[in-house]
């Protein structure tokens, strides 16, 4: 006999969704209590939106943190994974300039 060990994630009396590890259930419950937050937030601002539509935009944008986090860093729309440079390199290379305090000098071509 096996014995197998689930990690369910609740909200409000409701299974959510089961993990087969605890990292990923506790990283599912911090988005759903970002998506909350987000969702709370929405519904306090002057925009006219009905629950639904703000619970919706709010898991969308709990779910897309990395890229929400990058366009607030650079003001410029993250690149596809398919592109030059992917997200995570982005961020990499963001995180390194702060921490060290230089910049990558770019040579621009004279007219």
């Known amino acids: 006999m096996a014995v197998v060990t689930k990690f369910v994630v609740v909200r409000k009396g409701e ?5 087969a590890n605890k990292k990923e259930a506790d990283a599912y419950d911090k988005m759903l209590d970002m998506a909350d937050a987000f969702s709370e937030w929405l519904q306090k601002s002057d925009l006219q939106l009905d ?3 703000a619970e919706n935009i709010a898991l ?3 779910e897309q943190k990395e890229a929400i986090q990058y366009i607030l860093r650079t003001s410029k729309l993250p690149e596809l ?10 961020e990499e290379s963001a995180e390194l300039e702060e921490a060290t305090g230089s910049k990558k000098v770019r040579s621009v071509k004279a007219a």
Not at 15 to 19: A, G, R, V
Not at 81 to 90: G, M, T
Request: glycine residues 0%; hydrophobic residues 45%.
């Open 15 to 19: 299974e959510k969704m089961t993990f």
């Open 81 to 90: 994974e398919n592109n030059e440079q992917p997200v995570a390199e982005a």
């Open 60 to 62: 969308h944008l709990a």
């Open 51 to 53: 629950d639904a539509v």
